[in-house]
Every structure is written in C-alpha cells, then in structure tokens.
C-alpha cells in the first residue's frame, strides 16, 4: 500500500509541475537556469522502487538516429543478462563513425532499462533514442577537434556512457530521474532548436554538469 501510494504521488507531482510536457515544442534552454541541478527531494528518487521493479524481466526499447536503427529486446530475465541480446545492445551502441563496437557496461543498461521501465510506470512508452554510445579514440578526438563537447578521457572510450533523449521528457526531468539511480555522472546539455538537448549518463564517478 505505501509503494502505491507512494507512486500516486510521485505521478501527481510530475503532472502538477508539467513534467510530462513535450520539450521538443518548447525547448527548457528558453527556461530560467537552474544552478543546482537538484531535483524536488522525492520526486525522482528511483531508491524507493520496490523490490519487484528489479527483478522482473528487463527489455529495452532503442533508436539510434544516426543509422536509422531500432530493437526491442529482452535482454535480461531470471537474474542474468541474455548474451545475444547483449551483443547485439552493444552492436547498436556502437562507434557509428568509427564502424567498431565495445563491450558495454552491463551498469549502464541497467541504467537506461530503470529509466525507460520507471517512466512506463506513467504510461510513457517512447524509446530511448541512442545519440551517442560508444566512442573510439580517434572518434573522440575527433569530436574535440570539431569543437564538439567531449572529455579527452572520455567514458565514451570505454563503453561506460551514453548520450540519450526521450521524447516525452525535458532534459530536467530525464536528468533528474537518472540522478536518482545513483550510478555516476550526469551531464545536461541544453539545446533550442527542433530536437532539443540531451542527457550524458555514464557509470564513473557521481557528479553533474552542465554541457
């Protein structure tokens, strides 16, 4: 009874402060700044899931825009990760440019299964969109060289970051929500224009930023 109304709440206050709201019609770079990227204290706190959100079965839905691919698959059921379904998650998260692929941080996929599954939980289905996954050296430097924002030690390099976007979610409240799993970083990347921005998530050390 508590998780459940702990779950009505959450879904009250997301409505209430237009959480839900497409950013792609109204982009949040036009919003007032927020400083310190702190979300409402309980609003994302994906610590409170009950047991049962971790132990069913786990599929992710993925687009990666730049090749035009899609895949849903179940990649994880009964305790362990299913090892074609893997291979081919980190096919699609693969070096595009570069034409290579990497293993992936099973962490990560965690990450990015937890944020699809727990906005299912408010009837949002859309995929996640892949903007970028893994990343080669001389991808990365590349991107560098283009003044483009990447790290020089990129977690890109080692398949321990993505930079993701979900239709239905402003990079606020996307950023917020995968903050709360409590897994490494997060970087916010504010854009106007018809696509909007995006969020970094990666596996390395907690921290936030603005990119």
């Known amino acids: 009874m508590t998780g459940r109304r702990n779950f009505l709440q959450q879904s009250a206050r997301l409505c209430a402060l237009g959480a839900l ?6 982009p949040l770079a036009a919003a007032a700044p927020n400083t310190d990227l702190q979300p409402p204290p309980d609003l994302f706190d994906a610590q409170l899931l009950d ?5 069913k079965p786990r599929t992710l839905s993925l687009v990666r825009p730049q090749s035009g691919e899609r895949t849903k698959l179940l990649y994880w059921k009964d ?44 009837g ?10 893994y990343r080669t050296e001389a991808s990365n430097r590349r991107l ?5 924002p990447a790290a020089r030690k990129s977690l890109h390099t080692m398949g321990k970051a993505a930079d993701i976007r979900i239709a239905s979610l402003n990079e606020e409240v996307l950023g917020g929500l995968i903050r709360s799993f409590r897994q490494g970083g997060v970087g916010y990347y504010y ?15 907690t921290r936030t930023w603005k990119g």
């Not at 949002?124 to 996954?133: D, F, R, V």
């Not at 560098?144 to 483009?148: A, L």
């Open 144 to 148: 560098i060289e283009e003044g483009i």
């Open 51 to 55: 047991i049962d959100f971790w132990v």
């Open 191 to 205: 854009r106007s224009g018809p696509r909007g921005g995006w969020i970094h998530a990666d596996t390395g050390l």
């Open 79 to 122: 305790g362990e990760v299913i090892d074609s379904a893997y291979q081919e998650l980190c096919h699609i998260l693969r070096d595009v440019n570069g034409r290579e692929s990497a293993p992936i941080d099973p962490k990560l996929f965690e990450m990015l299964w937890g944020t699809q599954a727990f906005i299912a939980r408010y």
């Open 21 to 26: 709201a497409s950013p792609l019609a109204t």
């Open 124 to 133: 949002m289905h859309q995929p996640l969109e892949i903007l970028s996954g």
